[in-house]
Protein backbone atom coordinates (compact mmCIF):
# COMPACT_ATOMS: atom_id res chain seq x y z
CA UNK A 1 0.00 0.00 0.00
CA UNK A 2 2.99 2.61 0.64
CA UNK A 3 4.41 1.80 -2.54
CA UNK A 4 1.18 2.41 -4.41
CA UNK A 5 0.86 5.93 -2.57
CA UNK A 6 4.21 6.33 -3.03
CA UNK A 7 3.92 5.80 -7.01
CA UNK A 8 0.79 7.84 -6.84
CA UNK A 9 2.82 10.63 -5.43
CA UNK A 10 5.38 10.52 -7.73
CA UNK A 11 2.85 10.29 -10.90
CA UNK A 12 1.27 13.86 -9.09
CA UNK A 13 5.00 14.79 -9.05
CA UNK A 14 5.36 14.57 -12.67
CA UNK A 15 2.29 15.42 -14.07
CA UNK A 16 3.39 19.08 -11.57
CA UNK A 17 6.48 19.13 -13.43
CA UNK A 18 4.95 18.80 -16.46
CA UNK A 19 2.74 20.99 -16.00
CA UNK A 20 4.92 23.38 -14.47
CA UNK A 21 7.18 23.34 -17.39
CA UNK A 22 4.42 23.66 -20.11
CA UNK A 23 3.15 26.65 -18.16
CA UNK A 24 6.89 28.11 -18.42
CA UNK A 25 6.83 27.72 -22.19
CA UNK A 26 3.74 29.31 -22.71
CA UNK A 27 4.73 32.50 -20.58
CA UNK A 28 8.52 32.48 -22.13
CA UNK A 29 6.60 32.34 -25.49
CA UNK A 30 3.96 35.04 -24.25
CA UNK A 31 6.96 37.18 -23.09
CA UNK A 32 8.74 36.84 -26.83
CA UNK A 33 6.20 37.85 -28.77
CA UNK A 34 5.66 41.11 -26.25
CA UNK A 35 9.23 42.01 -26.64
CA UNK A 36 8.79 41.92 -30.56
CA UNK A 37 5.48 43.91 -30.50
CA UNK A 38 7.49 46.24 -28.56
CA UNK A 39 10.92 46.23 -30.99
CA UNK A 40 8.15 46.96 -34.00
CA UNK A 41 6.16 49.86 -31.44
CA UNK A 42 9.89 51.33 -30.92
CA UNK A 43 10.51 51.11 -34.83
CA UNK A 44 7.23 53.21 -35.27
CA UNK A 45 7.92 55.13 -32.61
CA UNK A 46 11.09 56.34 -34.01
CA UNK A 47 10.03 56.46 -37.80
CA UNK A 48 6.97 59.03 -36.23
CA UNK A 49 9.24 61.24 -34.40
CA UNK A 50 11.84 61.10 -37.39
CA UNK A 51 8.91 62.41 -39.49
CA UNK A 52 7.75 64.85 -37.30
CA UNK A 53 11.35 66.28 -36.53
CA UNK A 54 11.68 66.47 -39.93
CA UNK A 55 8.81 68.08 -41.11
CA UNK A 56 9.61 70.55 -38.46
CA UNK A 57 13.15 71.18 -39.75
CA UNK A 58 11.30 71.27 -43.41
CA UNK A 59 9.70 74.87 -41.89
CA UNK A 60 12.58 76.20 -40.20
CA UNK A 61 14.89 76.02 -43.39
CA UNK A 62 11.71 76.59 -45.84
CA UNK A 63 11.80 80.54 -43.88
CA UNK A 64 15.98 80.14 -43.57
CA UNK A 65 16.14 79.79 -47.57
CA UNK A 66 16.29 83.71 -48.65
CA UNK A 67 18.71 84.30 -45.65
CA UNK A 68 21.13 81.70 -46.49
CA UNK A 69 21.22 82.91 -49.61
CA UNK A 70 22.13 86.23 -48.58
CA UNK A 71 24.87 84.55 -46.78
CA UNK A 72 26.30 83.00 -49.89
CA UNK A 73 26.50 86.56 -51.61
CA UNK A 74 28.36 88.19 -48.64
CA UNK A 75 32.37 89.08 -49.51
CA UNK A 76 34.63 86.76 -48.76
CA UNK A 77 36.00 89.18 -45.64
CA UNK A 78 33.92 88.99 -43.14
CA UNK A 79 35.31 92.47 -41.34
CA UNK A 80 33.82 94.37 -44.52
CA UNK A 81 30.19 93.13 -43.71
CA UNK A 82 27.95 95.03 -42.66
CA UNK A 83 25.72 94.92 -39.11
CA UNK A 84 22.92 93.88 -41.47
CA UNK A 85 24.92 91.64 -43.19
CA UNK A 86 26.64 89.92 -39.71
CA UNK A 87 23.11 89.61 -37.85
CA UNK A 88 22.00 87.83 -41.01
CA UNK A 89 24.97 85.39 -40.43
CA UNK A 90 24.79 85.47 -36.85
CA UNK A 91 20.94 84.09 -37.57
CA UNK A 92 22.20 81.69 -40.85
CA UNK A 93 24.58 80.28 -38.06
CA UNK A 94 22.23 79.85 -35.37
CA UNK A 95 19.70 78.49 -36.91
CA UNK A 96 21.85 76.19 -39.48
CA UNK A 97 23.20 74.98 -35.20
CA UNK A 98 19.83 74.27 -33.94
CA UNK A 99 19.60 71.77 -37.35
CA UNK A 100 22.81 70.29 -37.06
CA UNK A 101 22.28 69.84 -32.79
CA UNK A 102 19.57 67.54 -34.12
CA UNK A 103 21.69 65.58 -36.57
CA UNK A 104 24.96 65.67 -33.65
CA UNK A 105 22.79 63.70 -30.95
CA UNK A 106 20.83 61.17 -33.28
CA UNK A 107 17.50 62.90 -32.92
CA UNK A 108 16.99 62.88 -36.67
CA UNK A 109 18.70 60.82 -39.18
CA UNK A 110 21.82 62.69 -40.75
CA UNK A 111 20.89 61.10 -44.21
CA UNK A 112 17.86 63.23 -44.23
CA UNK A 113 19.59 66.44 -43.27
CA UNK A 114 22.08 65.73 -45.65
CA UNK A 115 20.23 64.51 -48.94
CA UNK A 116 17.60 67.92 -48.53
CA UNK A 117 20.30 70.52 -47.16
CA UNK A 118 23.52 68.95 -47.23
CA UNK A 119 24.73 71.41 -50.04
CA UNK A 120 23.21 74.83 -47.97
CA UNK A 121 25.37 73.72 -44.52
CA UNK A 122 28.80 72.97 -46.85
CA UNK A 123 28.79 76.16 -48.69
CA UNK A 124 26.95 78.58 -45.51
CA UNK A 125 30.40 76.97 -43.23
CA UNK A 126 32.71 78.17 -45.79
CA UNK A 127 31.29 81.35 -45.94
CA UNK A 128 30.80 81.62 -42.07
CA UNK A 129 33.89 79.91 -40.71
CA UNK A 130 35.85 82.73 -40.70
CA UNK A 131 33.23 84.92 -39.14
CA UNK A 132 32.32 82.25 -36.01
CA UNK A 133 35.85 81.31 -35.67
CA UNK A 134 36.44 85.08 -34.64
CA UNK A 135 33.42 84.95 -32.78
CA UNK A 136 34.43 81.95 -30.68
CA UNK A 137 37.77 83.92 -29.92
CA UNK A 138 35.84 86.50 -28.70
CA UNK A 139 33.73 84.87 -26.67
CA UNK A 140 36.99 83.54 -25.00
CA UNK A 141 36.47 80.19 -26.63
CA UNK A 142 39.32 78.25 -28.57
CA UNK A 143 38.91 79.41 -32.78
CA UNK A 144 39.12 75.73 -33.33
CA UNK A 145 36.69 73.12 -31.81
CA UNK A 146 38.09 71.15 -28.52
CA UNK A 147 36.99 67.79 -27.40
CA UNK A 148 34.98 68.40 -24.33
CA UNK A 149 34.26 71.61 -24.72
CA UNK A 150 30.90 73.69 -25.66
CA UNK A 151 31.73 75.96 -28.42
CA UNK A 152 29.93 78.25 -30.75
CA UNK A 153 27.94 76.36 -33.68
CA UNK A 154 30.16 72.99 -32.65
CA UNK A 155 27.42 71.18 -34.79
CA UNK A 156 27.08 73.42 -37.36
CA UNK A 157 31.25 73.23 -38.12
CA UNK A 158 30.98 68.89 -37.53
CA UNK A 159 28.04 68.53 -39.37
CA UNK A 160 29.13 70.79 -42.06
CA UNK A 161 32.65 69.03 -42.49
CA UNK A 162 30.53 65.87 -42.19
CA UNK A 163 28.55 66.78 -45.58
CA UNK A 164 31.40 68.35 -47.06
CA UNK A 165 33.03 64.77 -46.83
CA UNK A 166 30.13 62.80 -48.18
CA UNK A 167 28.44 64.84 -51.42
CA UNK A 168 30.35 65.12 -54.01
CA UNK A 169 32.85 68.40 -54.36
CA UNK A 170 30.47 69.83 -57.58
CA UNK A 171 27.60 69.47 -55.18
CA UNK A 172 28.34 72.42 -53.45
CA UNK A 173 31.49 74.31 -55.22
CA UNK A 174 28.68 75.62 -57.76
CA UNK A 175 26.53 78.47 -57.79
CA UNK A 176 28.31 80.78 -54.91
CA UNK A 177 31.00 83.26 -54.82
CA UNK A 178 32.92 81.00 -51.69
Same mark, same amino acid.
Given at each position: ?? *????????????????? #??????????? =???? /????????????????????? &?? #????????? *?? *??? #? /????????? $?? !? !????? +? *???? $??????????? +?????? #???????????? =????? !???????????? &??? &??????????????????? =?? &??????????????
Amino acid at each position: ML *HALQSRADLVNAFAALF #YAFLTAILVAL =CALQ /LREIRNSLSESYKMRSASVLL &EV #YGIMQALRP *HW *HRV #Y /LLPKDWSNW $TP !E !EKFTA +D *HVGT $TLQQVAFLVTH +DLIDAQ #YIVDGWGKVFVQ =CWLKL !EPFIKTYRVQSN &EPA &ELAEGLIQQRRDLEIFAKR =CR &ETLPTTAWTDHTNL
